[in-house]
Each structure stands twice: as C-alpha cells, then as structure tokens.
C-alpha cells in the first residue's frame, strides 16, 4: 500500500531551510562564473547572488537581493515552477542535483520579516504623475511598486476585497500561505502604494474620466470557462476560479462532495485536486485530455497531488455531465476514440484555462479572439497612456513571468512620463 | 569477505593490538567512559591527565568553528586536566588494566614542581599502567607553573622528564606542545631528561570565533572568554609537520612517536603513520562522533593494507619521511599543465575566476559555451585542479620543461580523491 499524506488545508505542503541548513545546501552551490540560475530566473531575482550571500552568511545582504529583484520574493519562493527555470539552469546538475534554489529564496526571504528588515524605501519627494492601477494581482503589484520607487503615485483598484489576485484566491495555502502573500502585498504598501478594493473598474468607475496620467492594467483572467459539452449547467459544476476562490474564502467551512473530478492538466487543476483533498474529498481525480508528457503542469506538482492519494487519468475527454439537477457523473471519450467511462461525481471542477473579463470596458484597448488584450513585451498597447501586462496579455503564465511582465510595463510607464515630465 | 588484518604494533616495548589510541582528554575520564572504548576497538588509552592539582571547570568549555555551514572544522576547548581526586583516577586506571590486561593504559601525568612529577610517576607505576605520558603541553591551565608554559622551556622539560624517568621503571613519553615555532629542541631536551618517547602535537592556542553579544571570544563565560586549545580537522597539518620534523631529526633517530592531531578516518591516522608515527591519538573525533569511528579506522586501514600489500603496521612507519625534502631540494625545472576534460565540466567557471583573480590569467573563458581553455601563461600551479567542483575534470596533464632545463624522467601523481 502506498503511503499517503495526510494534511490540513492550510498546513505547509512542504518543509522550509533554518539557517544551519540553509548553509549547508548553499555550500553545494558550486558560485559559477556567470550563474545559469540568474539567468533562469524571468523576474531577474538573481539566485546566484543571494546563494552566495547565504554561503558567505551574509543572511540580510541575500534577503535584501531577494526584495529588490522580486518584489514578490516571498510568494515566488513558494510557487515558482524552479524545476524548469533557475534549478534546471542549475550547473550542480552536471554533478548530481540542482541546489534548492527555491527553499533557499523562501529561508531568506523570511528573513527580511524575523529581522524587520525594510529592504525598500519610496523616495520621499514624488513625482507629478499618477498612476492608476487595475487588478491587485502579481502583475499589477509588480508594476505598482515598481512606479512607486521611483517616486510614481500609485493607485490600485481591485474589485475584490483582498489584494493578490491569484495568491490569494487561487493557488492552495498550502502551497502558498496567507501570511507570505500578506507580507508581499505589505512591502508593496509601504511604498505608499494605494489600495481600493471593493471597487471593479468600467464597473464602479471610470479611469478614464479621472486625472491619471497612465493605466495599467493588470487584471489577470477571472472569465468563467466551460466547455462546450452538454450538462454543463447543472449544479456542482465550478469552473476552477470559482472553486478555489471559494474555498480561499470559505477555508474548512467549503465541503465539496465526496467524489471530485477535476478536468484539465495546468497547475491550476492540481491546486484544485489538492484543495479537494485537502478540504475532505474522499476521492479525487484529475482527468486530462492530453497525456501527462503534453500537460502544462510542472511534475513536482502532480507529485504532489499524487503523495496526497489524487488519481490522475490521462487522454480522456470530457463528454458530458450526467445526472438531473445536480452532478451526479461524468463521462468521458478516449483520445484514441476507442472507448468511454463513466465516473462517479458529486462536484465537477473545469480547469480548463481561464480567460479575462471585458477588457474593454476599462479602456478602448485592443483586444485578440480570446479577450486578451493586445499588448507588446514592454506592455505598450494601442493607446499611448495605457499599458498592460500579466495572464491578461500572455493568457496565463506563472507568477514570476507576471512578475517580470509587470515591471518591464513599468519601465514603459517611467518612459512615457519621463517624456510629459518635460511639459509638467 | 570483510578483510583482517592483524594491525598489532610494539611501542616502548609494549605490544599494542592496533594503533588506535585515545588521547588524554575528555574521552577517557573514566572507568566506563574507557571501558566502552575498549570494548569498540580502541587499542588502548591515554588517561585524562592527572595530577596532584585536581582542576575546577568552567562553564561552558568548548565551542567549535565551520566553514561555509560544515562544523567541527575545528574545536576548541577549555578544560584542564582531571577534576577528579588523584586516587581515584588511579584506581581507575588500576582497574581498566586489570580488567582489560590486553589494552595499554598509559597513564597522563602534570606536575607543578619536580616533587610532584616524582610523585605521580610513582602512583602510575603502582596503579599498573604500562607507560607515562608527561603532559607538558596543556595550554589552558590556570596555573603557569603547568602546562604548555612547561613545554615551551627546555630547561623545565629536561628536569621534568628526569625526575619523572628517575622515578620509575615505566618508559616515559614527553607529550609536546605546537605553541612553539621549532618542537626539536624541547623533544630532544625530553630524552636528555631520560624520556623514551614523543607525543605530539597538544592543541594549538587559539580564539575560534568573537561573540558579538558580549564581544569577547567563544566560549563565553560569563561574559567573557580565554585562549585555549584548538584541535579537529583544522590542526592535522601542523601535526603532521610536527611528527615529520621529529622523525627526521637525527638526535632523535629511534625515538618512537605517537602522532596527535585531527585525526577522524583511517587516512588521517595512516598519514600520521607515513610520516614516523607508531600509533595516533584521537579525541576531538571522538567527541563529535563517539568511540564507534575506531570500527571504521580498523576496517579502512586493513582494507588499504590489504590493497597495497602489507602486513604490518610496522612496515608503513614513516614509509613517506625519504620523499619530504627540504624547498630547496625540489626540482624547479618543469612546470605539469593542468588538462581539462570538457566532457566532465560543468561550466561553472570557478577555474576562470580563480585562475585570473588569484593566479595567473592562464586560463581564457568561452562565455558563449561557458567553457575554460588553458593558455600560454599557464605555470602549471594547480590552483585551477584544486578549486574545480567536479571528480577527475582537471587533473595533470603535459610536462613542460623551461628555457634550458634538461629533461630527465619525472614522477606525476595521476589520482585525486
């Protein structure tokens, strides 16, 4: 019999380096010349130098390395995919595994929080220009203190009640708990950056009637997405942005069914599957079209949703939601067309991508056959003072791409004003 | 089939079962403390040094320094000789011997003046121990009439030596101090004194670390610390130069030596051995690990006998001593470039940065490939080989001989651990 964990929803799905350890995995680190893993990291967080602080114990010098490359530093040590970016860079690899480069960047920048540390300081005297930003998620946040370094006045509007955006009403808190996205979003707040929540832009207001002198939006994808397939409209069907949101929200009050399927082969699917487990479901399969060579999730994440005791089923389609009101199966098509199952199910989870809200009811932005909006890699769209970046252009990446995406729309933002400055 | 060997070694005329000693320390304080280390192994025992001043302690006593998070590279420590009544240490080691007869205890011994060193020779003699070790070297007691203050004055070692020598039958070991800039002339000054033997090296005097607390060095006691005895992994070189100048100075020809000095693994000892050791002492290892290391010196060191062909111990004493030579002595006239094997590297560049910062820009840096390439300005140091991170990459490669040197046959170390 295997052994399964067995874990709380909000308990840590994995241990963290005190500094003893952390030490001792630094000093496997072999200090490259040019380190791959710098340059594995998208959102120029910069492993090299905060594993060689860490080895040279200079533990504040790496949590100040951290904080100033990431403003996310905290949340990305716990959710980046590192396996397929900085640790697959890694140059210990040729040797026999990649240093831990991810629960190196969590134990430092934990950090920064036991010795208070204030790593980043907005200047004092800010700069004629305000900025308003739209979405209090990874790439808005990431825009925002950029801006807000530099002297910007930032405003962010977020139609929810809590910043974070996906951190903090996807990804599980197991994987990513509250306490680190609410020490993020605080350094990002001691920039002076502001926060109205509760207040959904081309809503509640329009940008576009009010004094600032850039837009950012960053408003990531909260579109519902079903798939076409009959019996889809009966109860116990979530889309996966529901399912999570509700269960960050609702936490071990939410009890989905005994039987769980969940359908699609992202990261956003697992964190489903765990959050079903997690939260009590007896039985609990991720089912993907495609096969698992072909999914988008990272492997130490079905990893982990298979330590939990999640079933994974590969190459079967969905084909319909079967029962009367409510979810009482599903059935599915093989990819090779050779055959069909039926499962039981009390609550169908579609995690099959995410899309975004109208985004042109915040601005006249152009916008591609999904609603994506039409940005460039600096985040320039078509309209001069607004600018984009994040899930809500590229569709859906990681948080540190969001990251990265967020701050170089920023260093567009800084351009573009720099050149009204003048003028001011 | 697990390989014995039979590992016996005469030392001053007593037949030792295997080289493995503990040193005089903490580790061998007591009756059980040495009873369990002889039931693992251990081949014998130097006491905890005993002496008709019984010690007080402080609290705490020992700390030990790392590099780069890795511990024990070395270890400092406080405590003087025993703190346990004279007679009683005595019994002990009456009882050890009695019970374990076919075990060396040797008894440690401190004097303050030539009375008590005649003293203590005596009640080791009547407690049964095979040998004596004068410890003249103990650089953390309270009083300087003892200790390494002893070992570093000839005049005081030679008198020492004698009443000690004067005053039994037993052979007697002078135990040396590192606190010195040559050891020769203080050995030499023991035998004189009527000594048999040579123990070195005590630890070194040494502040391991400042607490930033209470700004003084660790350990801290009550606020503030002393200099004290450094010992571990970190000493084994200065030991092993020690033992190496003792054997090869000539008044000293046919003195056996017992090798003290970071010694953990099977290597450490035999390298002890290679260099004019009859038998190492051990401590700091122990202290860190426990009597069971012993198991894995027994083992390792028959392997490599076996391996190599030998049958005794005996045969490996200072087996190296003929190829340690004076600098001057070293031909100067070809230099071994480094070869790399690119199929091995990693690129992490580490023999880039230390080559161009710390040597001698010999080596180019494709950035592109991120691979080094040994150029003309190489002088065939090594320093890229001792920095690189993975097994057999760099290794020796070409000779070359310089401008007008005559080529002769030249002898080239081929395996890196």
Not at chain 2, 403 to 417: A, C, L, N, S
Request: proline letters at 4%.
């Amino acid at each position: 019999m295997s052994k399964v964990i067995k874990k709380r929803y909000t308990e840590e799905a994995d241990y963290g380096f005190n500094l003893r350890t952390a030490r001792e995995e630094a000093r496997r680190c072999l200090l490259c010349l040019d380190p791959p893993c710098s340059k594995g990291c998208p959102a120029g967080t910069d492993p090299g130098s905060f594993i060689r602080s860490i080895r040279l114990n200079n533990i504040k010098g790496a949590a100040e390395t951290i904080r100033s490359n990431n403003i996310l530093g905290g949340s990305c040590a716990r959710v980046c995919p590192y396996d397929r970016l900085c640790e697959e860079a890694c140059s210990r690899t040729g040797i026999d595994k990649p240093i831990q480069i991810g629960r190196l960047q969590r134990f430092a920048i934990e950090q920064e929080k036991a010795f208070k540390m204030k790593v980043l300081e907005a200047p004092k005297k800010k700069k004629p220009f305000k900025v308003a930003c739209v979405g209090a998620g990874p790439a808005s946040l990431a825009c925002a203190a950029k801006l807000a370094l530099e002297g910007y006045q930032v405003t962010i509007y977020e139609e929810k009640e809590k910043a974070g955006g996906v951190l903090t009403y996807g990804i599980t808190p197991s994987r990513l708990p509250e306490h680190v996205v609410a020490h993020d979003i605080k350094t990002v707040k001691d920039l002076g950056v502001k926060f109205v929540f509760g207040t959904k832009v081309g809503r509640d207001v329009d940008l576009n009637d009010m004094d600032y002198d850039a837009i950012f939006i960053g408003a990531g994808l909260w579109g519902d997405k079903l798939p076409d397939i009959p019996g889809v409209d009966k109860e116990g069907v979530w889309t996966a942005v529901e399912f999570l949101k509700t269960a960050r929200v609702e936490k071990t009050k939410f009890k989905p069914g005994e039987n769980v399927i969940v359908i699609g082969g992202g990261n956003v699917a697992i964190d489903c599957a765990v959050t079903a487990k997690l939260l009590g479901a007896k039985n609990v399969r991720i089912v993907y079209r495609r096969s698992i060579e072909e999914a988008p999730a990272d492997m130490k994440e079905f990893k982990y949703a298979l330590k939990l005791g999640v079933s994974i089923t590969t190459e079967m389609a969905p084909a319909e939601v079967l029962g009367q009101d409510r979810v009482e199966a599903m059935a599915f098509t093989s990819r090779d067309g050779v055959s069909t199952a039926k499962f039981k199910a009390d609550d169908v989870v579609f995690a099959i991508g995410q899309k975004p809200e109208d985004m042109t009811a915040i601005a006249a932005v152009k916008v591609n056959e999904k609603g994506e909006i039409k940005a460039t890699k600096s985040g320039k769209t078509n309209l001069a003072k607004v600018f984009a970046a994040g899930d809500v252009v590229s569709g859906g990446k990681t948080v540190v791409e969001a990251v990265a995406e967020g701050k170089e729309a920023a260093e567009s933002i800084i351009a573009y004003l720099a050149k009204k400055e003048g003028v001011k | 089939m697990a390989v014995k060997k039979d590992l016996s070694i005469e030392y001053l005329g007593v037949k030792c079962e295997n080289p493995f000693f503990l040193s005089s320390s903490p580790v061998g304080s007591n009756y059980e403390m040495v009873a369990k280390a002889f039931e693992t192994g251990w081949g014998g025992v130097f006491f905890k040094t005993v002496g008709i001043f019984v010690a007080d302690e402080c609290s705490p006593r020992f700390d030990q320094n790392d590099k780069n998070g890795l511990p024990w590279v070395g270890f400092k420590n406080m405590e003087q000789i025993s703190d346990k009544p004279t007679e009683v240490n005595f019994e002990n080691i009456y009882k050890l011997k009695r019970d374990y007869p076919d075990k060396i205890m040797v008894s440690s011994i401190m004097g303050s003046t030539e009375e008590e060193w005649r003293e203590l020779a005596k009640m080791s003699e009547q407690a049964e121990a095979d040998l004596i070790e004068c410890n003249f070297s103990c650089p953390q007691m309270t009083s300087h009439a003892m200790g390494s203050d002893v070992g570093t004055n000839l005049e005081l070692v030679e008198k020492y030596s004698r009443a000690v020598a004067e005053s039994t039958k037993l052979p007697v070991i002078a135990k040396m101090t590192p606190n010195i800039t040559i050891m020769e002339p203080a050995a030499i000054a023991a035998i004189k004194g009527g000594a048999k033997g040579v123990s070195a090296i005590n630890t070194v005097k040494s502040i391991t670390s400042l607490d930033y607390e209470n700004l003084t060095g660790m350990p801290v006691v009550n606020g503030v610390s002393s200099i004290s005895g450094y010992s571990g992994t970190a000493v084994k070189p200065i030991g092993l130069r020690f033992i190496a100048n003792l054997a090869q100075c000539k008044e000293l020809e046919g003195v056996p030596l017992s090798g003290i000095g970071g010694i953990e693994t099977w290597n450490d000892a035999l390298d002890y051995i290679l260099v004019g050791a009859r038998n190492v002492q051990v401590t700091t290892s122990v202290m860190q690990y426990g009597y069971r290391i012993v198991e894995d010196m027994i083992s390792g060191l028959s392997y490599f006998m076996d391996e190599r062909g030998f049958d005794s111990v005996d045969e490996l004493v200072g087996l190296a001593l003929p190829n340690l030579v004076p600098a001057e002595e070293l031909n100067r006239d070809f230099k071994i470039i480094p070869k790399i094997d690119l199929d091995k590297c990693v690129g992490c560049g580490r023999c880039y940065v230390s080559c161009y910062d710390a040597a001698h820009q010999a080596i180019d840096w494709d950035d592109k490939k991120r691979r080094p390439t040994i150029n003309d300005n190489c002088v065939g140091c090594h320093l890229c080989l001792n920095v690189c991170p993975v097994k057999d990459c760099i290794l020796p490669g070409e000779i070359e001989w310089k401008e007008g040197r005559t080529p002769t046959e030249i002898k080239v170390k081929h395996y890196y651990d």
